[in-house]
């Protein structure tokens, strides 16, 4: 199949995801973090059943959090190469792949700027902002999910579908010669 790339089609499919998921993001956590402190967003919050202001310091489920300037390395260095990835071999060859690349970097971008945000001198947090708590008690199941945040959705969608591109069956290049079967 032919790879659409005309603006129209590339801003519907890849830009607005991206946009919105970190618009999105950067919005939530700032309205969950108007706070001067973790502590005192927190104290407002009380025992809200979804919302736990929290800050990570690491990667998912905070693995790396004893590094935080690794993992900011790492999410700096990542971007280009996932944006670069998605032009090169992804671009327009389908509407899902291009919604789960525009997700995954627009959810990379927001923790981003959080993990940028915290090496400046002024700190900012100290890493990402993450606030969305959820505890599987609730369903009984004994667990209580890690606190994450909108960034964070946009990045597990956009990998699941991407995890459901590579099970649909590929069509040969209408252009490839075709084989005789024996």
Request: glycine content about 10%; proline content about 7%; charged content about 10%.
């Amino acid at each position: 199949a032919p790879r659409r790339t005309d603006l129209a089609y590339l801003a519907r499919w890849f830009a607005v995801p991206l946009g919105l998921t970190l618009v999105v993001d950067l919005i939530t956590k700032g309205v969950i973090f108007r706070f001067q402190t973790v502590a005192a967003a927190q104290a407002y919050f009380g025992q809200h059943p979804w919302i736990r202001p929290h800050i990570n310091t690491g990667a998912a489920w905070s693995m790396g959090g004893d590094h935080p300037g690794l993992i900011a390395a790492l999410t700096v260095a990542l971007i280009p190469i996932l944006a670069f990835t998605w032009w090169r071999w992804f671009r327009g060859t389908s509407v899902l792949e291009d919604l789960a690349f525009g997700c995954i970097l627009g959810g990379a971008l927001g923790n981003a700027v959080d993990r940028i945000h915290a090496m400046l001198p002024s700190g900012g947090y100290g890493g990402v902002r993450d606030f969305i708590w959820v505890d599987l008690n609730m369903v009984g199941i004994n667990y209580i999910w890690p606190t994450f945040n909108i960034a964070d959705v946009g990045i597990s969608i956009g990998f699941v579908a991407l995890v459901l591109t590579s099970f649909r069956s590929k069509t040969p290049p209408t252009d490839s010669p075709s084989v005789p079967s024996t």
